[in-house]
């Protein structure tokens, strides 16, 4: 058995914007620290496997910006979409290349754009999800212990009948269902039943294991990218087979296309995890994660805040950015743009991004 991780770095993050644009999108930008996200996935992967057994997949376009924040892994282990098509066509795409050089490979599948704050926690989580994964079919997933009852994620049920809290030590459950990203009355009904975790959309499988589960489940995608394997193996260049795959493919995320289904074989499973994860999905995760003042703002850049509570204010270099009697709001400023929003209401973002695409808007996407 060889370990891979493939790092799935093909989004914009649209919730993220003015920052994230599609000239940078979230996974390069710095968030609470001196490197990006990406650099972040990537380091936390080190102890465990070396820089030539980590793929990233991302758009054709971003190529290149990935090989500048990851020097270290080889430029022949980017892998660029030439269209995006969500998680399924995604891993099928990494699973297919993988299999082509290994055909043992256990592949870790971890978006670029999440935060964690106890990295040695979270790699002895990965560990026993790796170890369940190897010696068998099994498709593993992390599921995070809730803190309160979020309705920005998707939630997993686990059979937490045989835990025991007492035992520190990783280990998996089976899972019972996926349920979507819920309303507040469900997610305070989630987090009171005690056997529900956030969907992480972190994953570990064998390559060979994922594309039967497609096979199943996804028939259309497996078979899409099913002449990828051999396109691999006999080519110096596989463009034109991905092209032509990505062209089949449907546009599916592997939680709907395979995982809700497949948690009715019994060969689903979750391991909880709790160290500190944050998908930095929105501008309320940065708030929650900032430094704040006994206001409860959070601030960064050149600031001035007066008669101001609960809020997040970040201004562009060489702007002064000042609020006054404004309270649960966020107020991004990027220089050519600025964001201003309730607190509560971040993850309506996307659609000013959905409106400036739509109105020819580009140059501020």
């Given amino acids: 058995m060889a370990l891979y991780a493939v790092i799935m770095a093909g989004g914009v993050g ?26 972040n996935t990537f380091a936390r992967l080190q102890p465990l496997l070396t820089p030539e057994h980590v793929f990233v997949v991302t758009h054709a376009d971003y190529a290149e910006q990935t090989h500048e924040h990851l020097p270290a ?14 998680t399924a066509p995604c891993i099928a795409f990494a699973a297919a290349r993988l299999l082509a050089v290994d055909p043992d490979a256990v592949m870790v599948v971890l978006p670029a754009d999440h935060l964690i704050g106890n ?24 599921g995070i212990e809730p803190t309160h009852p979020a309705t920005g994620y998707g939630y997993v049920q686990y059979d937490s009948s045989s835990r025991d809290d007492r035992m520190d030590t990783p280990r998996a459950f089976p899972v019972k269902t996926f349920a979507e990203k819920p309303d507040l009355a469900t997610a305070e009904r989630f987090l009171d039943s005690g056997d529900f975790l956030w969907n992480s959309g972190m994953f570990i499988w064998r390559a060979d294991s994922i594309l039967k589960a497609m096979n199943e489940h996804l028939p259309d995608v497996h078979s899409a990218f099913a002449p990828l394997q051999n396109a691999f193996e006999n080519t110096t260049s596989a463009d034109e087979a991905v092209r032509e795959a990505y062209n089949r493919s449907p546009k599916i995320s592997i939680d709907y296309g395979v995982m809700e289904p497949a948690a009715a074989a019994d060969n689903v499973l979750v391991v909880p995890g709790a160290f500190g994860w944050s998908d930095v999905g929105d501008w309320h995760a940065v708030y929650d994660l900032v430094e704040k003042d006994a206001a409860g703002n959070g601030a960064e850049g050149n600031v001035v ?51 400036l695409g739509s109105h020819g ?5």
């Fill in 14 to 39: 649209s919730r993220f914007w003015p920052r994230s644009r599609r000239e940078s999108p979230k996974q390069f930008l710095d968030v609470l620290g001196p490197d990006s996200l990406i650099q």
């Fill in 73 to 86: 892994v080889p430029e022949e282990n980017i892998l660029g979409e030439p269209i995006a098509r969500n």
């Fill in 119 to 142: 990295v040695a926690r979270f790699q002895q989580v990965l560990g026993a999800a790796v170890a369940e994964a190897a010696s068998s079919d099994a498709l593993v997933t992390i």
């Fill in 305 to 355: 805040l007066h008669n101001t509570s609960r809020s997040y204010a970040r201004a562009s270099e060489g702007r002064l950015l000042a609020l006054v009697g404004m309270h649960d709001t966020i107020v991004v400023d990027t220089g050519d743009a600025v964001l201003v929003c309730s607190l509560d209401s971040t993850q309506q973002v996307k659609t000013i991004v959905d409106y």
């Fill in 361 to 365: 808007m580009d140059a501020h996407l």
